[in-house]
C-alpha cells in the first residue's frame, strides 16, 4: 500500500491557476522513480477520468480537455508529483485524486477539492 497526499486545491475563479501537489512520504525513491503517476478527477455522478500522467520514464500524457492548461511534473528526489493548472473553468470543477502505478496496482491519495467558481 501506497501512501499518497494530495494538497494544493482549493477555490479559485475562472481564468486562475492551481498547483496540486501530491506526495508519497512512506515511498523510498528508488520505488518511486518506477511508478507511474497520475491525476485523476471525478464530479459527481460521473466516473473518475484521467487527467494526465506521468511514466518512468519521464513521458507525459494528458486528456484532451485540460491539453495546453495544465502541466504533469514530478520530482523524484522529493517523491512528489505537481499538477499545474491554468486557465480554469467550471468544467474543471472536481475532486482530484493522485495515483501510483506499479506492476498492475493502483494505489490513491485521499483527494483534493478544487472549485472554479465566480
Known amino acids: 500500500q501506497v501512501q499518497l497526499v494530495e494538497s494544493g486545491g482549493g477555490k479559485v475563479q475562472p481564468g486562475g491557476s492551481l498547483r496540486l501537489s501530491c506526495a508519497a512520504p512512506r515511498t523510498i525513491f528508488s520505488v518511486f522513480i518506477d511508478f507511474t503517476m497520475g491525476w485523476y478527477r471525478q464530479v459527481p455522478g460521473k466516473q473518475r477520468e484521467l487527467v494526465a500522467s506521468?511514466?518512468?520514464?519521464?513521458?507525459?500524457n494528458y486528456a484532451d480537455s485540460v491539453k495546453g492548461r495544465f502541466t504533469i511534473s514530478r520530482d523524484n528526489s522529493r517523491k512528489r508529483v505537481y499538477l499545474q493548472m491554468n486557465s480554469l473553468t467550471s468544467e474543471d470543477t472536481a475532486v482530484y485524486f493522485c495515483a501510483a502505478d506499479q506492476g498492475g496496482v493502483r494505489n490513491w491519495g485521499q483527494g483534493t477539492q478544487v472549485t472554479v467558481s465566480s
Open positions: 506521468s511514466s518512468s520514464g519521464g513521458a507525459t
